[in-house]
């Protein structure tokens, strides 16, 4: 399979084809998703879209499942901050 990028918070991971952006992340250690109103970190917890605890910002997009969201090639992905959500300009 050919491997691919995904950039999280900036860094690149890799990824291959089928992969979701949760199980690329949690393949290369990364497990933070989001963080509550009150700073608490939160991950994969279901990881079959029931829970909402992946959610992330996927290309400016808040509120994305990441457990249910299949990683593309050059996607640009950012931990949540529950008590701010930015757009992305
Ligand atoms: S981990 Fe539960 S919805 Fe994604």
């Known amino acids: ?6 950039y999280v ?3 690149p991971v890799p990824a291959t084809p089928g992969q979701t ?8 250690g990364l497990r933070t998703c989001r963080n ?12 079959m879209g029931i829970c909402y605890e992946c959610r992330m910002i996927v290309d400016g997009i ?3 499942r990441t457990c249910m969201t299949p ?5 640009r992905i ?12």
Do not use: W, Y
């Not at 199980?23 to 290369?28: I, K, R, V």
């Not at 990683?71 to 996607?75: I, Q, R, V």
């Open 62 to 64: 808040p509120n994305v």
């Open 78 to 89: 950012r931990v949540q901050d529950d008590g701010v959500i930015e757009m992305d300009p």
């Open 1 to 6: 399979m050919k491997q691919f990028e995904i």
């Open 9 to 11: 918070n900036g860094q």
């Open 21 to 28: 952006i949760a199980e690329a992340m949690l393949a290369n």
């Open 36 to 47: 509550t109103r009150s700073h608490s970190p939160r991950g994969v917890f279901c990881g």
């Open 71 to 75: 990683a593309t090639p050059g996607s």
